[in-house]
Nanobody, 124 residues
Framework: VQLQASGGGLVQAGDSLKLSCAAS??????????MGWFRQAPGKEREFVAA????????YYADSVKGRFTISRDNAKNTAYLQMRSLLPEDTAVYYC????????????????WGQGTQVTVSS
């Protein structure tokens, strides 16, 4: 199973950015998995950002991004997305996507597969 995160970059505070996470694998059924986004800033632990259930019917967000970020998925494309708006310097981190069989929880240890991460840098 491979999760390929992309879309990161250097932006200014207030800008928007959309991350993508493309999933692949011979025996991997994307629609069986909840998808999550996490981030890790230098010197800090990896933290939950957002999650979406297998159907896309339910979404969950960290309080720090609620109202600014939107998680979604397209099961036909085996891809999950994280639309980020009104970015703040404190959003600067490496963003990781992850897949969890059957559920979409907030715990780092709950996820089965991880992407390699994409850097998001927000300048003030």
């Amino acid at each position: 199973v491979q999760l390929q995160a992309s879309g990161g970059g250097l932006v200014q505070a207030g800008d928007s950015l959309k991350l993508s996470c493309a999933a692949s694998g011979r025996t991997f059924d994307f629609s069986d998995y909840g998808m999550g986004w996490f981030r890790q800033a230098p010197g800090k632990e990896r933290e939950f950002v957002a999650a979406v259930t297998w159907s896309g019917g339910s979404t969950y967000y960290a309080d720090s991004v609620k109202g600014r970020f939107t998680i979604s998925r397209d099961n036909a494309k085996n891809t999950a997305y994280l639309q980020m708006r009104s970015l703040l310097p404190e959003d600067t981190a490496v963003y990781y996507c992850a897949a969890q069989k059957g559920l979409a929880t907030k715990g780092v240890d709950d996820y089965d597969y991880w992407g390699q991460g994409t850097q998001v840098t927000v300048s003030s």
